[in-house]
């Protein structure tokens, strides 16, 4: 604070000959506030510790207060709309708190204070910090999933509170309203202060014990210290361990605890926890009043459409004259037999197109006209045959006089018969150049009709 306060009064002359300068202009009382608390209004919110001490609480229902420190103290003011939200905690001399608000100025008096919006306990936020640690670590686990179903009509309740706390007086009271003297069983624990984990734990285990259909766990409100037992592991434990299904209904709406999270149900305050546990008697009654209405007026309903029945049937022609009902059924017997007839003739024809069909086909699958069918066609394929023999013979004629008449035009023998000759020697070989003739050799020529044997006396004249 001495660092706003120079800037506070850095613009106030000071010393000798401060008159002379430009800033030595007198301000009236009321521009100097004006000034001092425009830069108190600069500041914003802050946050300040201390020690609370004069306490006074005033008609109008403002809270007044101190915090001081060793050398030095700032007045406080609570005003009524923000004292149920701002302190939510019981305020005493000496309690190390710390204040968070807006600095102000009163004018009348030339005085500061601290409007304070919120009050915390000093410390709170190592508490805030470990709440968290606690809540991630409670969730890695897995233990704020389990929801259990609470049941509609439990045979008994359990609650775990003080038999002397505001809390259990809100149940009983809201029980007393929704269905009296609802069957309750109490464990008694304390709820705040040292050791009251363990006895919380305790009264859970006991319940869960006993043989209860629901287990509600409450307390009133209060600050996070108040409520810190309900933030304990030992309770977070006792409640996942539990086979019974719990409600809570720790401090207001605003308070959420690990005890909150961990039960199956959370309900903002004790009131609203017996709301969920315990069932509403006089809706229920109404409920089955409307119920009984309607199943009232159901059976009128049927019972009169019963009679409307029974008229009906007193008036059939069918009770006023049994024989009616006899010629009825001749009748429906005469058209049933007359349809039977007409089906059966519709079926017996059905049957014999079926047989002719059948005979018709098998007629056709008999061996007898396979082997007639097949003859048939043999006889077809012999005429076919011996046509393409005939055919092919033909072909094979004209085409082999062909050949013979090539044949014959190309035959040596042909050559003979133009006069022509082949002289051979007596190896067979075919004389062809005269000179190759030695004399004396013996040649065969062959004439067109028979051959000669000569023996060669040399060349012919002209040829050597």
């Given at each position: 604070?001495?660092?706003?306060g ?133 969730k ?13 009509f ?5 609650v ?34 040292a ?17 209860v ?15 810190w037992?309900?933030n ?50 006089a ?52 058209r ?52 393409a ?72 004249a002209?040829?050597?």
């Amino acid at each position: 604070m001495s660092s706003a306060g120079d800037d506070l009064f850095a613009a106030v002359p000071r010393g000798e000959g401060a008159a002379e300068g430009p800033a030595s202009r007198v301000q009236t009382v009321r521009e100097l506030t004006r000034r001092i608390e425009g830069q108190l209004s600069g500041l914003g919110r802050v946050s300040v510790e201390g020690e609370i001490s004069r306490i006074t609480r005033a008609a109008s229902g403002h809270l007044y207060f101190d915090l001081k420190d060793l050398d030095a103290k700032l007045a406080c003011t609570i005003w009524k709309s923000q004292v149920a939200s701002a302190a939510r905690f019981e305020l005493r001399e000496g309690l190390q708190v710390v204040a968070h608000g807006k600095l102000d100025v009163y004018a009348p008096r030339g005085t500061y204070s601290l409007n304070v919006q919120r009050l915390e306990p000093a410390g709170i936020g190592a508490l805030l910090a470990e709440l968290e640690r606690r809540k991630q670590e409670l969730k890695q686990r897995g233990w704020f999933d389990r929801k259990r179903p609470i049941p509609a009509f439990p045979r008994r309740i359990g609650v775990a509170t003080s038999r002397d706390g505001a809390a259990f007086q809100d149940f009983l009271r809201t029980r007393t309203l929704r269905w009296p003297l609802y069957p309750v069983l109490l464990a008694h624990t304390p709820v705040q202060g040292a050791g009251a984990a363990a006895e919380i734990a305790r009264a859970l285990g006991r319940l869960d014990q006993a043989g209860v259909d629901v287990i509600v766990l409450c307390r009133g409100g209060g600050s996070l210290e108040d409520l810190w037992a309900f933030n304990e592991p030992a309770v977070a434990e006792a409640l996942w361990n539990s086979r019974t299904p719990v409600v809570s209904g720790v401090g207001h709406e605003t308070d959420v605890t690990l005890a909150d999270l961990v039960a199956d149900r959370r309900a903002h305050t004790p009131t609203d926890a017996a709301q969920v546990v315990i069932p509403d008697r006089a809706a229920l009654v109404e409920e089955l009043l409307t119920a009984r209405d309607h199943l009232a007026r159901a059976v009128d309903l049927a019972l009169e459409e019963r009679g409307q029945r029974l008229s009906r049937a007193a008036g059939s022609r069918v009770l006023r004259d049994p024989r009616t009902l006899v010629g009825m059924r001749r009748e429906r017997l005469g058209r049933l037999s007359s349809s039977l007839g007409a089906r059966a003739a519709r079926r017996l024809s059905q049957g014999e197109q079926r047989v002719f069909a059948a005979t018709r086909a098998l007629e056709r699958a008999s061996p007898a006209a396979r082997l007639a069918a097949a003859a048939a066609r043999l006889q077809s394929l012999r005429v076919a045959l011996a046509g393409a023999a005939v055919r092919l013979l033909e072909r094979r004629r004209a085409s082999t006089v062909r050949a013979a008449a090539q044949l014959e035009a190309l035959s040596p023998l042909g050559i003979l018969a133009r006069g022509y000759s082949i002289t051979s020697r007596a190896d067979g070989g075919v004389l062809l150049d005269a000179a190759a003739a030695a004399p004396g050799e013996v040649l065969s020529t062959r004439l067109r009709t028979g051959s000669l044997i000569s023996r060669v006396e040399g060349p012919a004249a002209g040829e050597r």
